[in-house]
């Protein structure tokens, strides 16, 4: 072993913590080796320096400033982390259901009466009086006075008709629209909870 | 209930269960230690103050993660080493005041400096030791922050090198070469210091 080893090796000789032939091998070298006798001290003494430093004590304040931090601070379960951003979260989430309803909504109200008996008819006529009168019946009639053929028309059952035609019909790009935008929400939401999650466990990292 | 006859453990359960008085304890058996860590790490006095607090506002926040993996004293000096060294990293841009060479130390008990065993204690003596000691922690402050931990961990706070290993969180063999380098990495910033050579060289 030359000296520039024997250099490498003398910081862990001094703690003792090379291997047990090192520790052999560097003292024998140290017995002929007056100038890595030399380094050895050096490196001795500045240890005990280090060592020799007095103690430190904090402060006389130091304890009562932190036990008031302690008290004005929270423990970061997940309950205290994720309740102040439920708010943003429930909000985020209703939009994506808005955007599911935008699709159910519309034919469940338009077809909501549909089947129900209606309390009124209304008929359309050019005389007034028949075309007011609730109890007259549907479809053609002659009226017997002028004998004229008239036709009612029963303007709910075509609204019905209308509404279940427009609720039934392939709507394709009723259909894409909602589905593009309530999935591109989803996305949104669960890109927002990742990140907070993601905070959350860099907050909990920073005391491992 | 004697809260200072019970192990840290047990403190920290107690702590679990609502006791504040419990981390009280704790931070009475540690503030000294931590202190000085914190202290001989950062360097000045309000640094250390901020380092210690945090460190001991983060163990409060997280003692019920802790779950006994390492002793509670390897934890606590981790989270203040790993705190310091993220500190570190932040302001990169904004080095360290080296200190002083007439600051002064606060120590428990006045200003008490141990004598060196082979020299007789003369004023002059402990004067010089004074002066060492000063020059040494100049250049312990100019150390690169890694140098800086495992020696004020070795030397100033006397851990084992496994006890090193745990607070760390390095494995025994790379705590090994980087006391090593860190010794070699003081000494040349020793010689670098003309005060230091001339001082030693009048011993």
Redesign the interface.
Known sequence: MNCREVA??L??F??E?LAPDEMKEVSNHLSVCSSCRQLLA??K???????????????PT??A???K??KN?????AIRFFVPRLGSLAAALLVVLLMTNLYVFPSYVLNRHHGAPPEYRIAVSENPEVANDPSEPDGAQTNPETTEKLQFFDLNQKADDLVRLTATSDNSLQRRWWLWSSSLCLVMWLTGAGYYYYQYRRL?E??? | MQLAGLTDEHLVEEFLQGNLAAFEELVSRYEQKVFQLAYRLSCNLDDASDLAQEAFLKVYRSLGQWRGKATFSTWLYRIVTNTFLDDMRKRKRRPLVAVSLDASIPTEDGEVTREFPSTDPGPEQEYLQRELQQIVLTALAELEPDYRVVLTLRDIQGHTYEEIAQITQLNIGTVKSRISRARAALRKKLLEMEQYVALVRQK
Do not use: G, H, K, M
Request: hydrophobic share 30%.
């Open positions: 490498d090796l910081p862990l001094l703690d913590e050096e490196f003494r500045e240890q005990q320096i280090l060592r020799s430093l007095p103690p430190v004590a904090p402060p130091w304890r400033e932190l036990l931090r302690v601070q929270r423990r970061p379960s909990q920073q005391t491992d």
